[in-house]
């Protein structure tokens, strides 16, 4: 099977945990704060809180927002189910946002028709590697006074008018999940410029301190450490990241040369305000349920987009307007990911070209 997504995870990994076995300190110290370091010198940002995972860093940010009950927060309709869920954590309610029928990610128009007296953020993903369109966002976060909480979980790497993405709002996330661009295996960070957000964040995941070791509690807190191993891959993981987004630029510029002309299969649209991380590959596709059965027939694994928020399961009791998401709906039944991972070769690669050209034509 030629794999959709997988790490690129070899010895490099295995000389940095050997730091951790010499050190005998499991839980974050001194390889977090190389991690964090390095994170800070991606990205720009200020302060960069590493987090158990990626869903615990979003939570943080709202909670050091202090949104709860009876609170509102706009996300996007495609997104991760995580984005969502971390808002219903906090005790507040998602409110899902139309997307653009370009980029898929929120569209900013849709967002301000949704604000109400209950809104307390703004929360754009950043999709596939490609970032929202945070000149607009910014603009009507600024106009009503809104906070902006980045979803950038897929976007390490990624660039929007020449800044990091996650640096944008008054805070913003990465996610290192196992087959992100840059893994931990599992693991989140915390981005933002003010020093007393970093320190309300940094009290969350620390039971409510502002230092390991003391026992007395002058906040309410919980336990979202990251740990020695997880910065040890993050490690070796960040020091790959410019041949990882080199070799993704690759498989995206052959999969664009093969089968840009192809009916039936358009490549999804990349603003040229963006400077994309290419975690995924993905293109709309004529007839998408047949086309991944194909694939999967002849050992390809394709993936499909992320199930619209509106139409998920568990989110039956909230109240939706079902009829605003027809878009959703439309890129939903159409969207395929093809296999993207740093370890396919040139050989495997023409093996999905050919079986994708096959199917269309």
């Known amino acids: 099977m030629i794999l959709q997504i997988e790490p690129w995870i070899d010895e490099q990994e295995l000389e940095q945990l050997k730091r951790v076995v010499a050190s005998t300190f499991v839980v974050e110290h001194d390889l977090t704060a190389e991690f964090e370091q390095l994170t800070r010198d991606l990205t720009s940002a200020k302060h960069a809180v590493a987090i158990t995972n990626g869903t615990m860093a979003l939570y943080c940010c709202l909670?050091?927002?202090?949104?709860?009950?009876g609170d509102e927060v706009i996300v996007p309709n495609i997104t991760f189910i995580a984005t969502a869920n971390a808002v219903i954590l906090a005790g507040a309610t998602p409110v899902f946002c139309e997307i653009l029928p370009t980029?898929?990610?929120?569209d900013p128009a849709r967002a301000d028709a949704l604000i109400t007296p209950r809104t307390k953020a703004i929360m754009p993903v950043h999709l596939y590697g490609q970032s929202a369109d945070m000149t607009a966002i910014c603009a009507l976060a600024?106009?009503?006074?809104?906070?902006?909480?980045?979803?950038a979980a897929q976007?390490?790497?990624?660039?929007?008018?020449?800044?990091?993405v996650g640096t944008f709002?008054?805070?913003?996330?990465?996610?290192?999940?196992?087959?992100?661009?840059?893994?931990?295996?599992?693991g989140g960070i915390v981005l933002t410029e003010d020093d007393e957000l970093a320190r309300k964040v940094y009290r969350l995941k620390n039971h409510g301190r502002d230092a390991k070791g003391l026992f007395i509690h002058e906040h309410i807190g919980f336990n979202f450490s990251?740990?020695?191993?997880?910065a040890a891959i993050g490690i070796a993981q960040m020091h790959k990241l410019p041949a990882i987004i080199r070799k993704k630029q690759a498989i995206y510029d052959r999969y664009r040369d093969a089968l840009g002309q192809l009916d039936g299969?358009?490549?999804?649209?990349?603003?040229?305000?963006?400077?994309?991380?290419?975690?995924?590959?993905?293109?709309?596709?004529?007839?998408?349920?047949?086309f991944g059965a194909h694939m999967k027939e002849h050992g390809v694994q394709t993936r499909r987009f992320f199930y619209p928020l509106h139409q998920q399961p568990c989110y039956k009791h909230l109240p939706i307007r079902r009829s605003d998401f027809a878009l959703s709906e439309k890129i939903y039944s159409q969207g395929v990911s093809l296999p993207s991972a740093y370890h396919l070769t040139e050989d495997d690669q023409q093996k999905v070209i050919d079986l994708v050209l096959d199917f269309y034509k």
């Open 226 to 230: 990251f740990t020695e191993m997880q």
């Open 142 to 151: 600024k106009s009503r006074d809104i906070p902006i909480i980045e979803d």
């Open 103 to 106: 980029t898929f990610c929120m």
């Open 155 to 164: 976007g390490v790497g990624v660039k929007f008018e020449g800044k990091h």
């Open 169 to 186: 709002g008054r805070l913003g996330i990465l996610s290192y999940y196992g087959n992100k661009t840059v893994t931990c295996g599992e």
């Open 265 to 290: 299969f358009e490549p999804v649209y990349i603003d040229p305000r963006c400077s994309p991380v290419f975690w995924f590959t993905s293109y709309l596709a004529k007839n998408a349920d047949a």
């Open 63 to 69: 909670k050091a927002l202090d949104i709860g009950p």
